[in-house]
């Protein structure tokens, strides 16, 4: 069963069926889900300097978030360093935003590990941490064994045992797999897997998913900021997005525009956060986010190790990637 939170996100209109499964108001059998449109950044993680998590800087960078029209926020995402963290503070930090976040944010968890019983505990301890939905991703370690049986059985299992929703989660540049499209399909399917956030940027591949799963009410996140409009266009419902932690109100701006059909305004404005998303993800990331957090007024601070600092030459290209799209 879905959590009482979940429950009153979904509304009086569907209910659950026999089975497990949710059925809508006209009587089939439907997936009843939480609408996930809109703009999530995936929230760094703060430390101290012994890197220890700063829950008071985390607090704080909360705070300035609920101020800007998010549908919720990513947490434990890889821009929050989660294989770094271990369980216990992975759940923890769900903890604390859901204890600072007003209640009209949905809280996304990352609850993703490498075998679907660790998976399975942890998404169940995210849920119990007050979680909406779980975010889970790939597993990768055996990436030659992932093929579409393995990762179906993984994410069915996850699904039928989870007491709120799942989203699918496909990272390519970190997990070296793509989540192949015949088992998003498939999957798609499942009453209690709600969409999936694709981070490749392969628009032809967003727009397939969504395509093919247009009967199952599938909702698919753009997973980076550097192709937020182009998923739109295919199809998507929204984005999470490592760029948000910086620039959120212009990324809900961004989502404005693309949503009411501006798109002349929404090109224009893309097109200048292309190089500032590419700084902070593919090309520098997780500590170029946090530096350009701090530029930007929160709390990014250091990572934990083996995560580097940026070097100064790396620090002035991620200035001018900024700069010269008239962001500093």
């Known amino acids: 069963m879905l959590s009482a939170r979940a429950w009153t996100r979904l509304g009086p209109l569907c209910r659950p069926g026999p089975s497990g499964l949710w059925r809508g108001t006209r009587g089939h059998t439907s997936a009843s889900r939480l609408d996930l449109s809109g703009i999530y950044p995936p929230i760094a993680t703060p430390f101290t300097a012994r890197e220890e998590v700063d829950y008071q800087k985390l607090e704080e960078n909360l705070h300035k978030y609920a101020q800007i029209p998010f549908k919720g926020l990513v947490v434990q995402g890889s821009n929050g360093e989660y294989p770094y963290l271990t369980e216990d503070e992975r759940v923890e930090v769900v903890k604390a935003v859901r204890r600072?976040?007003?209640?009209?944010?949905?809280?996304?968890?990352?609850?993703?590990?490498?075998?679907?019983?660790?998976?399975?505990?942890?998404?169940?301890?995210?849920a119990a941490a007050g979680a909406d939905?779980?975010?889970?991703?790939?597993?990768?370690?055996?990436?030659?064994k992932m093929d579409s049986r393995a990762l179906i059985e993984h994410f069915i299992k996850?699904?039928?045992?989870?007491?709120?929703?799942?989203?699918?989660?496909?990272?390519?540049?970190?997990?070296?797999?793509?989540?192949?499209?015949?088992?998003?399909?498939?999957?798609?399917?499942h009453p209690n897997i709600l969409g999936l956030k694709d981070s490749g940027g392969d628009i032809t591949r967003i727009g397939l998913v969504v395509h093919k799963t247009s009967r199952q009410d599938f909702q698919v996140?753009?997973?980076?900021?550097?192709?937020?409009?182009?998923?739109?266009?295919?199809?998507?419902v929204g984005g999470v997005?490592?760029?948000?932690?910086?620039?959120?109100?212009?990324?809900?701006?961004l989502e404005r525009l693309c949503v009411t059909g501006r798109w002349d305004e929404a090109r224009a404005l893309q097109q200048r956060l292309i190089e500032p998303n590419a700084a902070v993800t593919r090309k520098l990331g997780v500590?170029?986010?946090?530096?350009a957090m701090e530029w930007f007024g929160f709390h990014g601070g250091a990572c934990r190790s083996p995560l580097q600092p940026l070097t100064?030459?790396?620090?002035?290209?991620?200035?001018?990637?900024?700069?010269?799209n008239g962001w500093m």
């Open 100 to 126: 600072s976040l007003p209640s009209d944010k949905l809280v996304m968890a990352g609850s993703g590990c490498e075998s679907t019983r660790a998976t399975i505990q942890l998404t169940e301890k995210m």
């Open 133 to 144: 939905a779980v975010l889970v991703v790939t597993p990768c370690f055996y990436k030659g």
């Open 158 to 189: 996850v699904a039928d045992s989870s007491s709120v929703p799942v989203v699918l989660y496909s990272v390519p540049a970190n997990t070296g797999l793509d989540l192949p499209v015949d088992a998003v399909v498939r999957l798609a399917q």
């Open 221 to 236: 996140l753009a997973g980076s900021a550097g192709f937020l409009m182009a998923a739109y266009c295919v199809g998507a």
């Open 241 to 253: 997005c490592a760029l948000a932690n910086v620039l959120g109100r212009e990324l809900c701006e």
């Open 287 to 291: 500590p170029a986010l946090k530096q």
């Open 312 to 324: 100064e030459a790396e620090t002035e290209q991620l200035r001018r990637d900024f700069t010269s």
